[in-house]
């Protein structure tokens, strides 16, 4: 079997892929596509940084195959991450895919012997977080992109 494919886990019928060559990667990417250039008119120049590529790692729920859900993670110190572009494709919000995402993303955070994960939350979005398990860090806002966001963070065991 290919070693790729070793990183999948089944559940249900959503397949959970911790992508580390560039093919899969490009699950993640097509997912953001979707999700935020297409449904926030955010630019691909916008959406694509410079902690895309192989110093990240990115976590993507397939359906069938089909890259539905995304999230990246990067190293901010030897403790801690920052986690973040958690996408769910439109039509496959409210299946709590969005929790499966960011709790898969913690576990491989926690198996590379990370203690702290951070996130720039959207304002709208601090209540899923929260119910995570995640806190503000401050109270202020902070401008990511076209998006005002609160910093957060969570303590892994």
Not at 47 to 66: K, N, P, Q, T
Not at 126 to 132: D, I
Request: with cysteine.
């Amino acid at each position: 079997m290919n070693e790729a494919y070793k990183a999948y886990e089944e559940h249900g019928k959503i397949k959970v892929l911790r992508a580390e060559e560039e093919w899969q990667r490009a699950g993640a990417y097509s997912v953001r596509i979707q999700g935020m250039n297409r449904q926030y008119h955010i630019s691909l120049r916008e959406e694509f940084d410079a902690h895309d590529g192989d110093a990240s790692r990115y976590i993507v729920l397939l359906d069938d195959e089909y890259p539905v859900a995304s999230c990246r993670f990067y190293r901010l110190s030897d403790s801690r991450v920052m986690l973040g572009r958690v996408v769910v494709l439109p039509e496959y919000q409210g299946r709590g895919l969005g929790a499966r995402l960011v709790t898969e993303a913690e576990k491989w955070i926690s198996d590379l012997g990370f203690h702290t994960v951070e996130i720039e939350s959207r304002t709208e979005a601090t209540g899923f977080y929260e119910r995570l398990g995640y806190a503000a860090i401050d109270n202020q806002l902070v401008q990511s992109g076209t998006f005002e966001c609160v910093r957060m963070e969570k303590k892994l065991d």
